[in-house]
């Protein structure tokens, strides 16, 4: 007859192994909750101080508005976010142009063509670039990248240029998309590769018709993820781009269909809305004066659109994510 009863050395080590995961599992959801409070204090902050200036300026002025001069000398403020607005969607949309296809391209060849070894060296010397401080790309843009652009392609640029920028927040978020893509590619099982061998495709076929089209869901998500870093960058378009609101030329096609030419803007100065916020917070201006909540409603944007850009990055790796 066998003692169905443990010893106590046994039930104590039981007690302790439930008391540590207990603790492990407390001290995740306080972390958890730690971050789930800290997005919700920062939101409840910018909407707070963002009604305030709500009260005082007409949302549709503020939305649909073309002047930004929140304290120009000679009086008459005023709060449009559209020059804003076009100023962000040119520096992001151009840095996408630069790092989406490098990283992309960088990502196909750490995964399926470098070796082990020269995939542990080119890897880590990538991600240096994520860590190298942002006003070292806006001096790097302003002293060597728009010189050379004056010298050879673009005689009349300005000094301070939103293409200068651009290209170096592109260059800064080529890391974000090809460490992210990469690690999406890595995770393919080697079964599909084989498969495609054995039918006779070749590496690039292999690479580019069956890796990237089952890694989707994770290229898609760094291209994203890295949008949204762009949107929120500071100190590389400050610095390079100027702080300079400006509407660019409306101009009208040949069937009365008004559109606006690229060149208008990436050639010259401007300003994105981080740099009116750091504009309006390096000023005299005091709490509970307009132009001081105006910086908070631009804070609002910006957090409504990266709330945006994050959930629609969820839904796609939810969407298109494959089980293996």
Do not use: H
């Not at 994520?130 to 006003?135: L, N, S, Y």
């Amino acid at each position: 007859m066998t003692d169905s009863t443990e010893s106590p050395d046994l039930t104590r080590q039981g007690g302790l192994t439930r008391l540590k995961e207990g603790t492990y599992g407390g001290l995740f959801a306080a972390c958890a909750a730690v971050t789930l409070l800290t997005t919700v204090a920062i939101f409840v902050t910018l909407l707070s101080d963002a009604v305030v200036f709500f009260q005082e300026i007409a949302v549709t002025e503020f939305l649909t508005g073309t002047n930004w001069s929140p304290n120009p000398a000679g009086g008459g403020q005023a709060f449009g976010i559209i020059p804003l607005f076009i100023g962000t969607v040119v520096v992001t949309v151009t840095a996408a142009f630069v790092a989406l296809p490098t990283g992309t391209l960088t990502a196909i060849y750490l995964s399926e063509y470098a070796s082990p070894n020269a995939r542990s060296i080119l890897k880590p010397l990538l991600e240096i670039l994520a860590g190298i401080p942002t006003v070292v790309y806006g001096y790097f843009a302003l002293v060597y990248v728009t010189p050379v652009l004056e010298a050879t392609l673009l005689p009349g640029i300005s000094t301070f240029n939103a293409l200068s920028a651009s290209i170096m927040v592109g260059i800064m978020t080529i890391p974000m998309v090809s460490s992210i893509s990469e690690d999406a590619m890595s995770a393919v099982p080697d079964e599909l590769r084989q498969a495609g061998y054995g039918l006779g495709a070749t590496k690039f076929e292999v690479s580019t018709g069956i890796v990237v089209p089952a890694s989707i869901s994770g290229i898609a998500s760094s291209y994203i993820l890295a949008v949204s870093r762009a949107i929120g960058e500071t100190m590389i378009v400050v610095v390079a781009m100027g702080a300079q609101a400006r509407m660019p030329t409306v101009k009208e096609a040949a069937f009365g269909v008004p559109y606006i030419n690229p060149a208008d803007v990436l050639l010259d100065s401007g300003m994105t809305i981080t740099v009116a916020m750091v504009q309006i917070a390096g000023g005299d201006l005091t709490g509970g004066t307009v132009p001081y909540d105006a910086m908070f409603a631009l804070g609002l944007a910006l957090f409504v659109v990266t709330l945006v850009m994050n959930v629609l990055s969820d839904f796609i790796a939810e969407r298109y994510r494959e089980e293996y």
